[in-house]
């Protein structure tokens, strides 16, 4: 197997594949799956964020959530707007 946390020992390779993917895209360690959730890992709230976007079809209404996200992180605007 691989040296990713596993409490139960029992989690396929397929499994462990797909945490570690979740894991590099939501930028945390695998280890923050396992466990009680902290402020860092507040899950819940990117899974919400996502499927908010996911349910946004219109382009520009898209293009206003990310100038609002990037004005709320404190990030300068990107020259191209791609959605």
Do not use: K, Q
């Not at 691989?2 to 029992?10: M, R």
């Not at 919400?48 to 946004?56: F, K, M, T």
């Not at 520009?60 to 605007?77: F, I, S």
Request: negative net charge.
């Amino acid at each position: 197997m691989n040296a990713d946390p596993d409490p139960e020992g029992c989690l396929p390779d397929s499994a462990h594949r797909r945490l570690r993917r979740l894991a590099e895209i939501l930028g945390c360690p695998v280890s923050d799956f396992f466990g009680p959730p902290t402020v860092r890992t507040d899950l819940s709230a990117t899974v919400e964020l996502l499927r908010l976007w996911h349910a946004i079809t219109d382009e520009a209404d898209r293009a206003a959530v990310l100038r609002c996200a990037r004005e709320a992180a404190g990030v300068v605007e990107r020259a191209v707007e791609t959605v």
